[in-house]
């Protein structure tokens, strides 16, 4: 697994402060929090930061000076600076762009969106989230196991755990049910990536599944499944 990047998040209420910290833990990075700008400031004279995370809802005046600043002071103003908004408040996001905001992001926050954004941003190569889970999926192939655990998923693929893995490049058609869900899924899978027992301690052996053939309504309920599983237990309320 890649190392962590790390992220300093600038939140003036101690709700947003620990939504954002664990929901930034949970697709993989780590948070260094902050009450103001000063106050990140002076963190970031001590750690190297990939990206800063703003919660810009405040006042329309302190949100230009916030920005003003972390655009101007020598030690940010060359990271990366997201800004998370709720969307009935404050400006839009082309005059926050040209204010020297690489992104904008509105609240309710959309987890794919959010990771992507992060993703590109900070260099990383995954372009959407993924979360553990344990789901029995059926092989239509003639395979060793007619039936595998997937551990982990996101609406790009999968990975299945085995130790009879397939070749890469090698094609499976699925049959799944997502937790909490009835409707069955069906999709053609690829092996990209296989993991031999006792390569690594910390991988269990099996293979990574990259989705080739999946509908759009499909590729949205897993969407929706990893939403939920990474803020379905958070509740963030902004207040000014």
């Keep these: 697994m890649s190392e962590q990047k790390n992220v300093l998040v600038i939140c003036q209420t101690a709700a947003g402060q620990m939504y954002l ?53 020598p030690s940010v103003k060359d990271i990366p600076l997201v800004v998370f908004l709720t969307s009935e408040k ?21 987890m794919s969106l959010v990771y992507s954004i992060l993703a590109r941003l900070s260099g990383q ?6 979360v ?13 196991e007619k039936y595998l655990t997937c551990i982990n998923i996101s609406e790009g693929g999968m990975y299945l755990r085995t130790i009879d893995a397939l070749p890469e490049k090698g094609t499976l058609r699925l049959k799944f049910i997502l937790p909490r869900d009835t409707a069955e899924i069906q999709t053609t899978s690829e092996v990209i990536r296989t993991e031999s027992l006792g390569t690594r301690i910390e991988t ?10 999946i509908s759009e309504e ?6 929706n499944f990893v939403q939920w599983e990474l803020t ?8 000014i």
């Design 21 to 73: 910290g664990v929901l930034l833990k949970r697709i993989w990075y780590k948070s260094i929090l902050a009450k103001t700008v000063e106050e990140g400031i002076h963190y970031a004279g001590e750690n190297p930061f990939s990206l800063i995370v703003f919660d810009a809802d405040m006042p329309d005046r302190d949100r230009d000076q916030a920005i003003s600043l972390l655009r101007s002071e």
């Design 218 to 223: 499909n590729r949205s309920r897993i969407r």
């Design 90 to 110: 404050g400006k839009s996001s082309e005059s926050l762009l040209a204010r020297g905001c690489s992104a904008v992001i509105t609240k309710p926050l959309d």
């Design 232 to 239: 379905g237990d958070l509740d963030w309320k902004a207040t």
């Design 204 to 213: 269990e052996p099996g293979m990574a599944l990259r989705f080739v053939d």
């Design 125 to 130: 190569e995954r372009q959407v989230p993924r």
């Design 132 to 144: 553990p889970t344990r789901i029995r999926v059926e092989i239509e192939e003639k395979t060793p």
